[in-house]
């Protein structure tokens, strides 16, 4: 049976890790060829080899638009399509009271995630254009779409992500191109596992207010971009997909999780 998208072209930006390499596997498995894009180069050659030899690593910084132009026109050249781009690349908040934070580290998330976003989408969108197809994915987050008290820089980013997509969405529908975000809750990836064991985030806690009770995982966020990106979803633009077991969609005053928490159920 074909993959559902057997020769098509994705480049996924910070895939040396995390959601971004469970995405490029679950890829790589549906047919596509895969270029890893990572600012740690031996993290993108790694997970480039992991997937088998016809996929291709590229270093390069989503925040800084002279790497961007090269890496694009690197891909370009290489494999003269790009049919999708899925802008994962991201660092952590510092969880420092806004009042102490330094300039200098919200210039450093909101140029990561939002204009790191902004630029690659910019850059890639002309092959698209050509082509008169193309997806794109943003990693948004749970973040994006509700007030986490000491995550400014990155909650500003994402959902300043949230509006990009749909702007974006708009200007290339035309084009044949679809924008799309997952907004993931807490996946436990090497990123959640450190804010875990440095006591930034209270796994258990997370737990008791997510309406199924535990931690994401990767493939789930794969998946959901699998979907998005692959034809059945020919019809969606524009949207922001939560793939957080209910996080966002939970609003009473109380744990979501166990049962014991409706009395009257
Ligand atoms: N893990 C979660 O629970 C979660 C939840 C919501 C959203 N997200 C978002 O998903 C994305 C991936 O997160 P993750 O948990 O897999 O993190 P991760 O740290 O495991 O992976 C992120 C990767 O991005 C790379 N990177 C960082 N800055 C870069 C840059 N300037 N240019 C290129 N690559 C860069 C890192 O080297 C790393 O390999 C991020 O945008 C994050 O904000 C994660």
């Known amino acids: 049976m074909m993959g559902e998208l057997e020769g098509r072209v994705a480049l996924i930006t910070g895939a040396g890790s995390g959601l971004g390499l469970a995405t490029a596997r679950v890829f790589a498995g549906a047919g596509a060829l895969i270029i890893i894009n990572d600012l740690r180069a031996e993290a993108a050659e790694t997970a480039a080899r992991l997937l088998g030899p016809k996929h291709y690593a590229i270093a390069g910084d989503v925040a800084d638009e002279a790497s961007v132009t090269a890496m694009v026109a690197d891909v370009a050249a290489r494999f003269g399509r790009i049919d999708i781009l899925v802008n994962n690349a ?38 698209m254009i050509e082509q008169r197809s193309g997806v794109i994915l943003n990693l948004n987050s749970i973040a994006g779409i509700l007030g986490l008290p000491v995550r400014t820089a990155y909650s500003a980013a994402k959902a300043g992500i949230g509006m990009l997509t749909q702007v974006l969405a708009c200007e290339w529908a035309p084009h044949g191109i679809r924008v799309n975000a997952v907004a993931p809750g807490y996946m436990l990836t ?18 008791r207010r997510t309406p199924m009770g535990k931690l994401g995982k990767a493939e789930h966020v794969a998946e959901a971009m699998l979907f998005l990106a692959s034809d059945r979803a020919e019809f969606i633009t524009g949207v922001t997909l939560p793939v957080d077991g209910g996080y966002c969609a939970w609003g009473a005053p109380s744990d979501a999780y166990p049962l014991e928490n409706f009395p009257s159920v």
């Open 190 to 207: 090497p990123l959640l596992a450190k804010l875990i064991e440095d006591g930034k985030v209270d796994g258990d806690r997370i737990r």
């Open 90 to 127: 991201g660092i952590p908040d510092s969880f420092v009271p806004t009042v102490d934070q330094t300039l200098a580290h919200w210039q450093r998330l909101i140029d990561i995630h939002l204009t790191g976003t902004y630029l690659v989408s910019k850059t890639v969108a002309p092959h």
